[in-house]
């Protein structure tokens, strides 16, 4: 393995930082210490031998980097304004120093891909998160996330700019990141034995990218699984194995490959690419969280119910089709007997049939008062006879004059006669 030490001045930080490069050539990884590290603590604790597969084959090319955390969150005593500041120049000396030689060493502009275990991790999945422009992700191995492990409630702008809980939190789903943050590789990994305290953090960071629906990868070992090298030295292979062979499906996908030309393809490949590539869709499978679970059961529910409702369509819409008709059944009854009485004022025959088909409706009234009239008329034939009566009487009784010895005779004939008039009306 071809193993480089390269030692250079920073203008950001005024302070000489080194870097040791491993291998030479292929997918560029950036590797941050653990807390208060200098560039070779990667090598001594043994992660470029568990790493050295990937990088004897030529698929990753290790840069291995200083941190200054003693300057900055291992300094309890300090001013925390100088502290929270000092980091940011930290990160400022990554992304505008560290990450040209890093493309000029590699000779290539692809973003890389940062890692590391412990504080490590937290520096990793600082720079992935907050400039997603320039690196590909992170393997973030047991990390504490919020500022307040270091600098209790005391918060200020830089130091927000480096909480990741914190930034989540307030970041809108229609941030420009959420579309990046799906382009690239994002696995955090945490064990649940002795010394880890980026459970919870892990857990929050967790729950605010299912919220801004970001593909990712977090992981929670087990009980067993120790804040320490040794489980450090098993996670990190089997994490970059993963995170290359997505990287792997997606620049296959990414056409053209970056090259001098890279920064405007790239521009084209963030606007138009989709939400979600098949390599992240991959891996957030194999990982699935709960809640992603739980969706993928509720649009399962919801699939099968709109196919169910589809099936019973045709059957709703012959019910429909059966109450329309019998609703139309039942609506034309009354026009039934409105079509009748039309038919019968149409009928314009004389003026007795009209009379008859007025009372016909009316029949047993009609014909108790002609019982009523013919008595009256009866009792008053020999003495006053009334203009109503004699008219009545015409109509009901065609020979009503003689005497009052007829009127029982006569009461019985205009009864019939009435009757009958009623009948043909109908």
Not at 38 to 54: C, H, Q, R, V, Y
Request: aromatic share 8%.
């Amino acid at each position: 393995m071809k193993r480089e030490y390269y030692n250079q001045h920073s203008d950001v930080l005024n302070e000489d930082m080194s870097m040791i490069v491993y291998g030479e050539g292929g997918y560029p990884v950036i590797a941050f210490q653990a807390q208060d590290a200098k560039s070779n603590n990667f090598e001594d604790f043994g992660m470029i031998d568990a790493l050295a597969p990937f990088i004897d084959e030529g698929r990753i090319q290790v840069f291995s980097v200083d941190n200054l955390d003693e300057q900055s969150w291992s300094d309890q005593g300090g001013d925390k304004g100088a502290r929270a500041w000092r980091q940011e120049e930290y990160f400022k000396f990554v992304t505008d120093e560290l990450v040209p030689r890093v493309h000029a060493w590699n000779n290539s502009d692809l973003r890389p891909l940062t890692v590391g275990c412990s504080m490590g991790a937290t520096h990793a999945a600082i720079a992935a998160f907050r400039r997603p422009d320039l690196f590909q992700g992170c393997i973030a191995l047991s990390g504490v996330y919020r500022t307040s492990f270091f600098f209790g409630d005391w918060m200020d702008e830089n130091l927000y700019n480096n909480d990741i809980p914190a930034f989540l939190t307030n970041m809108p789903t229609d941030h420009p990141y959420v579309n990046l943050y799906n382009q690239r590789q994002l696995v955090m990994c945490v064990g649940q034995g002795a010394w880890e305290e980026g459970i919870d953090d892990l857990h929050y960071i967790d729950d605010q990218l299912n919220r801004l629906g970001v593909s990712h990868w977090c992981d929670f070992w087990g009980t067993d699984v120790n804040h320490d090298w040794p489980w450090w030295r098993k996670q990190m292979p089997y994490f970059m194995a993963e995170v290359l062979s997505d990287i792997d499906a997606q620049q296959e996908w990414e056409q053209p490959t970056m090259t001098a030309e890279a920064p405007k393809a790239e521009e084209k490949v963030e606007e138009k690419a989709p939400a979600k590539k098949p390599a992240a869709k991959r891996t957030t499978t194999r990982k699935a969280t709960t809640a992603t679970k739980t969706a993928t059961t509720e649009k399962a529910a919801a699939t099968k119910a709109a196919a169910a409702k589809a099936e019973e369509a045709p059957k709703a819409e012959a019910k429909i089709e059966e109450a329309v008709a019998e609703a139309a059944t039942t609506a034309k009854k009354p026009a039934a007997k409105r079509t009748t009485t039309r038919k019968a004022a149409a009928t314009k025959t004389t003026a007795a049939k009209k009379t008859a088909a007025a009372k016909a409706e009316e029949a047993p009234k009609a014909e108790a008062k002609a019982e009523e009239a013919v008595a009256e008329a009866a009792t008053t034939a020999t003495t006053a006879k009334k203009p109503a009566a004699k008219r009545t009487t015409t109509r009901k009784a065609a020979a009503t004059k003689t005497t009052a010895a007829k009127t029982t005779t006569a009461k019985k004939t205009t009864t019939r006669r009435t009757t009958k008039k009623a009948s043909d009306a109908e």
